[in-house]
């Protein structure tokens, strides 16, 4: 039903800025979108995402240093990075969510993104 292409990633300094963008492949309503990343040793977590009115959610580490855009019409969201930490590093995954109680959930292939010190 959805399928998401993602660009952007790779490596960068520390203090450095990535832009991450998704693309949403799809003919449904997205209700959510954004971005979660699996970092060494950790399960995947939420970077950032977005609903359909706009409303923003950020994890605690990430905010203050990453923004998070989406465009509902085109179906895309832009996570810009600034600010970049080395415990940044990981694979990110694009994430669309259709808001349904079963197969709600889909995702890109992921993007590496690594921070050096």
């Known amino acids: 039903q959805v399928q998401l292409v993602e660009s952007g990633g790779g490596l960068v300094q520390a203090g450095g800025s990535l832009k991450l963008s998704c693309a949403a492949r799809?003919?449904?309503?997205?209700?959510?979108m954004g971005w979660f990343r699996q970092t060494p040793g950790k399960e995947r977590e939420m970077v950032a995402i977005?609903?359909?009115?706009?409303?923003?959610f950020y994890a605690d580490s990430v905010k203050g240093r990453f923004t998070l855009s989406r465009d509902i019409f085109k179906n895309t969201v832009t996570l810009q990075m600034n600010n970049l930490k080395p415990e940044d590093t990981g694979i990110y995954y694009c994430?669309?969510?259709?808001?349904?109680?079963?197969?709600?959930?889909?995702w890109g292939r992921g993007t590496q993104v690594t921070v050096s010190s």
């Open positions: 977005k609903d359909r009115e706009g409303t923003a």
């Open positions: 799809t003919t449904v309503s997205i209700h959510e």
């Open positions: 994430n669309a969510d259709l808001g349904l109680r079963v197969n709600s959930d889909f």
